[in-house]
């Protein structure tokens, strides 16, 4: 792997949606919720602060002082649960810089996360954190330029709203898109916009096409897509690696390794999302994984 500065590497903490599920069926794919980081010409990027940003948190101690982005999709429990448990965010002298966009009612990010953090739901109000927290409005379609890196976002189709994001640095790019659902009879625009000639995609697959049209179980309305969808999007956007994220907390190991294999049959260059998993960009051709 090449030097920090010249670093673009997704490594993925947190895989699953709904809610964490570890135990025996999950060891291999990983049970904890949604959370990404992202090393970007020399930035560091979280995506999601679901029950990975602990695991996440307890790796970073030995960067400190340290200077992060943290973007969240949307303030659902597993997108925020982990925040709380961050522990680089109760040091002083780390510097967080966090965005997400205003919800359908009003309430801020920073509205959201402090509320979670109050009496009687927990025991320490997000004021105790001692690191520089700066909270940042996002407008759906907003631009946001950390030195070389550029951030853009476009709104998903998700209960109580979600936005999606996609990096981009050196000629090389990748779209985080959780939670979304696609539509019935058309590809989703904002979708495809986000996915545009990238070298990566991370997208909601939370069901399978048969669960999403259950006739007695179905899931639509909830908020979530397929990985049938997920490789729609993929062909038609011109990507070179899919990534299947956000898994069902019903669907284990075994199940994962159906997905998998049925996925690589009609769209080769895909992975589904495992814990410790990371994804090398900067590779000449094809991006690199790492197990």
Known sequence: M??????????????RGSIACPGPGTVRYGGNTSCVEMRVGGQLLIFDGGTGLRVLGAKVLSEMPLEAN????????????????FVPAFVPGNKFNIYGAVAPNGSTIEQRLNDQMLHPNFPVPLQIMGADLKFCDLEVGE?????????????????????????????????????????????????LW???NADVIIYDATYTDEEYD????????????????????AKAANVKQLVIF??????????????????????????????????DLMEANQPAIYA
């Open 143 to 191: 631009t946001v330029q950390i030195q070389d890196v550029t951030v853009e976002n476009a709104l998903l189709n998700h209960p109580g709203e979600s936005v999606g994001y996609r990096v981009s640095w050196g000629g090389h790019s990748a779209a985080y898109i959780t939670d979304t659902e696609h539509y019935p009879n058309r590809l989703d625009e904002n979708v």
């Open 2 to 15: 090449s030097d920090t500065q010249n670093q673009f590497l997704i490594r993925f903490w947190g895989v």
């Open 246 to 279: 956000h898994h069902d907390p019903l669907h284990d190991d075994s199940v994962m390794d159906d997905i998998a294999s049925d996925t690589a049959e009609v769209f080769p260059d895909s992975v589904v999302a495992q814990e410790g998993m990371v994804i």
């Open 214 to 233: 259950h006739p007695k179980t179905s899931k639509k309305g909830w908020g979530h897509s397929t990985w049938q969808e997920a490789v729609k999007v």
């Open 70 to 85: 943290m973007f969240f999709t949307h303030s659902h429990w597993d997108h925020i649960q982990g925040f709380p448990f």
């Open 194 to 196: 986000l996915c545009r």
